[in-house]
């Protein structure tokens, strides 16, 4: 599903921010892509997500040459991908439910059928209590919920997710990790970079890790054994 084949980013300065990055996706994988602050594990997650482009060499999503996308085909590319980054830009001036509802009204959706589909985006997120609430009035965890909500509303194959955890205490951290697993359960590919050690303990299938730009495929991690997985609500 992904593949990444020799690339590199750099911003200028004759700075690879990645370098000589190779690496696959299987369709319906968990991958986490862990490294120290500053590593690059943003910018990787971007390229995925056709919102910047290589420097060099080629990255294949779902068949697709991302970096030689043309234009008028990005905003379809980037619809497909669900990409939760670490600023949650939600809009404030809407309730939790208007948030989910509105990608789905400027892509043409009939407003039923919007409205169906965010009910069920936000149930699955466990946040159908709260749907009349502001960003504003809700948790750090619930916002995040609520972005997730908003990222999954599209149905996208693949979800992309940047420091999903930041900020939330251990249990907060622990449950929406939960809901992350719970989508590539029913076959959706996630990919979600952290620092979080101790999330990447508990949940990690496979970790990619990523320092100073050069990447390195740790492959498959046991999870920590004394948790079992869908021990959890
Ligand atoms: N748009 C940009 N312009 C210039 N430099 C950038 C840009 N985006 C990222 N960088 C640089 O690339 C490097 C890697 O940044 P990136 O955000 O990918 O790291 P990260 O591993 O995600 O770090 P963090 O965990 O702190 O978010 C940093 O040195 C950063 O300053």
């Given amino acids: 599903m992904i593949e990444f084949q020799q690339v590199y980013k750099s911003y200028g300065r004759g700075i690879d921010t990645l370098a000589d990055v190779?690496?696959?996706?299987?369709?319906?994988?968990?991958?986490?892509?862990?490294?120290?602050?500053?590593?690059g594990k943003s910018t990787l997650l971007k390229l995925i997500s056709g919102l910047d482009v290589p420097t060099r060499g080629t990255i294949l999503v779902n068949g697709q040459n991302v970096g030689k996308l043309p234009g008028r085909a990005r905003p379809y590319?980037?619809?497909?991908?669900g990409t939760i980054l670490q600023?949650?830009?939600?809009?404030?001036?809407?309730?939790?439910?208007?948030?989910?509802?509105?990608?789905?009204?400027?892509?043409?959706?009939?407003?039923?059928?919007?409205?169906?589909?965010?009910?069920?985006?936000?149930?699955?997120?466990?946040?159908?209590?709260?749907d009349k609430l502001r960003p504003q009035e809700l948790s750090g965890?619930?916002?995040?919920?609520?972005?997730?909500?908003?990222?999954?509303?599209?149905?996208?194959a693949l979800l992309i997710v940047d420091e999903p955890t930041a900020n939330l205490d251990r249990d907060s951290a622990q449950r929406i990790a939960d809901v992350?697993?719970?989508?590539?359960?029913?076959?959706?590919?996630?990919?979600?970079?952290?620092?979080d050690e101790s999330l990447i303990d508990d949940y990690a299938h496979r970790v990619l890790h990523i320092e100073g730009g050069r990447l390195t495929d740790l492959g498959a991690r046991t999870p920590r054994a004394s948790r079992s997985h869908g021990a959890r609500a």
Avoid: C, M, W, Y
């Fill in 87 to 130: 600023d949650v830009h939600l809009l404030q001036d809407r309730n939790a439910f208007e948030n989910v509802l509105f990608p789905l009204i400027v892509t043409g959706h009939s407003r039923s059928a919007a409205e169906k589909r965010a009910r069920a985006a936000i149930d699955k997120v466990g946040l159908a209590n709260k």
């Fill in 22 to 39: 190779n690496f696959g996706i299987a369709a319906g994988e968990f991958v986490f892509v862990s490294g120290p602050s500053g590593a």
């Fill in 141 to 156: 965890g619930d916002q995040q919920r609520l972005a997730i909500a908003r990222a999954i509303v599209n149905r996208p």
């Fill in 180 to 195: 992350f697993r719970d989508f590539n359960q029913v076959g959706v590919t996630t990919v979600i970079a952290t620092h």
């Fill in 77 to 81: 590319f980037r619809r497909a991908v």
